[in-house]
């Protein structure tokens, strides 16, 4: 079955304890992203990466870092978590960036106390 | 500033009823998504609008593209309950290779 995998789907930490929320895709997507959602605000990207070891900031990319050193895993690390990073985190694919249909992980709600 | 502006931010209508959602921008759009999102999932595509003008039909959904690819419109025509859910438009600028999301529309369709 075509997916994009998110784990955890839930996370409670606390300030400055280091996270990764890891995300993989098969269906052999180009461009996968990262988002949070807060009520009000929508969806804003925090990165993007368009391919292997190709990666760049969205709106929102300070105190989030990603890696992508293969094609189907784009992980989201957290150094050091504060609580304005309490959200529900949302990792995307699509097959390429110009084919505009991006297909959405289950989400992970992080609370950061 | 969010790139895209929804309107409105909240619909409660009843079964039956048609309605309007706006997406409007600025900035001009290579393409426009719609999305529709429920509780604790992921958004889900309904529709990719590409040409200035474009009308497209899912059912009782129709999505327009504005002419200048700036803005773009979701009417549905006598809603359900289970047309309930959050919908959101999203798409890419013209330039650059970010996407950007509006700020959604949360609709609730009372039996």
């Known amino acids: 079955e075509a997916q994009v995998t998110q784990n955890p789907r839930y996370l409670i930490t606390v300030t400055g304890k280091k996270l990764t929320v890891t995300c993989s895709q098969n269906?052999?997507?180009?461009?996968m992203s990262w988002y949070r959602q807060d009520p009000g605000l929508g969806l804003r990207q925090i990165y993007y990466?368009?391919?292997?070891?190709?990666?760049d900031k969205g709106d929102v990319p300070e105190g989030y870092k990603v890696s992508r050193k293969e094609k189907r895993n784009f992980p989201l690390i957290l150094e050091s978590p504060s609580p304005n990073q309490t959200s529900l985190y949302f990792c995307?694919?699509?097959?390429?960036?110009?084919?505009?249909?991006?297909?959405f992980g289950p989400g992970t709600r992080l609370t950061v106390t | 500033t969010q790139l895209l502006e929804q309107s409105p931010q909240f619909l409660s209508i009843q079964e039956g009823e048609n309605l309007t959602v706006y997406c409007n921008s600025s900035?001009?759009?290579?393409?426009l998504q719609w999305y529709r999102q429920e509780p604790g999932e992921g958004p889900v595509l309904l529709v990719t609008?590409?040409?200035?003008?474009e009308v497209k039909k899912l059912k009782r959904l129709t999505f327009q593209f504005g002419d200048a690819r700036k803005d773009s419109s979701l009417h549905i025509t006598a809603a359900q309950p289970g047309d309930t859910g959050l919908y959101l438009c999203?798409?890419?600028?013209?330039?650059?290779?970010?996407?950007?999301f509006g700020t959604g529309t949360s609709l609730t369709v009372i039996p």
């Open positions: 995307a694919s699509s097959f390429s960036r110009t084919s505009y249909e991006q297909y």
């Open positions: 269906m052999n997507h180009e461009y």
């Open positions: 990466s368009m391919n292997v070891e190709v990666t």
């Open positions: 900035s001009v759009f290579s393409s």
């Open positions: 609008v590409v040409t200035g003008g």
């Open positions: 999203a798409g890419g600028l013209i330039t650059g290779n970010q996407f950007y």
